[in-house]
């Protein structure tokens, strides 16, 4: 079993910056990959960005490229989410999320933390 905790949300103005971190905890050793997920008013959740815990191998959704960057210690098993240049429509609440290589899930996230909202003003 893994357990996340989501800090670092807040309410920022467009344009500023933001980080959030994910602490995991518990049968952290069999951690696959990581990444953040974000849910807006009246939207569907979808993956923002997702790090393999190992490789090292990135992933940024289209919408965040170029403006968002991933990254973790492994050491301290934790994942971070540097968030610049911040617009309206990031607006949403933040989700960590781990997929466990122990769990067959075909490639899907096994646990998720309680999430953490993030609010930018125009």
């Known amino acids: 079993q893994v357990q996340l905790v989501e800090s670092g949300g807040g309410l920022v103005q467009a344009g500023g910056s933001l980080r959030l971190s994910c602490a995991a905890s518990g049968r952290t050793w069999s951690i696959n990959k990581m990444g953040w997920f974000r849910q807006a008013p009246r939207n569907e959740r979808e993956l923002v960005v997702s790090i393999g815990w190992r490789s090292g191998n990135t992933y940024y959704a289209d919408s965040v490229k170029g403006r968002f960057t991933i990254s973790r210690d492994t050491a301290k098993n934790t994942m971070y989410l540097q968030m610049s240049s911040l617009e309206p429509e990031d607006t949403a609440v933040y989700y960590c999320?781990?997929?466990?290589?122990?769990?067959?899930?075909?490639?899907?996230?096994?646990?998720w933390g309680q999430g953490t909202q993030v609010t930018v003003s125009s």
């Open positions: 999320a781990a997929d466990d290589r122990l769990i067959t899930s075909a490639g899907q996230y096994d646990y």
